[in-house]
Nanobody
């Protein structure tokens, strides 16, 4: 059974940085894609970034490109989302998700992912 657990969320001021972590267990595929999403109540879940396990390639949504960095530490079975220059529009619940297929260098779409974490809240104050 694949299990994902996010951590690292919190409340910060605009302009500050935060790093989220996602510990993945039970994942036995040799290839696949891990992604971060975020969601604000009343809005659709938005793809933030993706990391391809096979190629190491990454993709980012337009709203976070240049500010957020996705990475993965295979030895620790952990993925990260480094967030810099945070602004109030980044306030959301952040989720990590994974699937067995490649990322194809695409900004992730939630309907393509099978396994999800429970989310971690990020709040940015102006």
């Amino acid at each position: 059974r694949v299990l994902l657990v996010e951590s690292g969320g919190g409340s910060v001021q605009a302009g500050e940085s935060l790093t989220l972590s996602c510990i993945v267990s039970g994942y036995t595929y040799t290839r696949g894609c891990l992604a971060w999403f975020r969601q604000v109540p009343g809005k659709e879940r938005e793809g933030v970034a993706s990391f391809d396990f096979g190629t190491g390639s990454t993709a980012y949504g337009d709203s976070v490109h240049g500010r957020f960095t996705i990475s993965e530490d295979n030895a620790k079975n952990t993925a990260y989302l480094q967030m810099t220059s945070l602004n109030p529009e980044d306030t959301a619940m952040y989720y990590c998700a994974t699937r067995a297929g490649d990322c194809y260098n695409l900004v992730p779409e939630p309907e393509n992912y099978n396994y999800w974490g429970q989310g971690t809240q990020v709040t940015v104050s102006s």
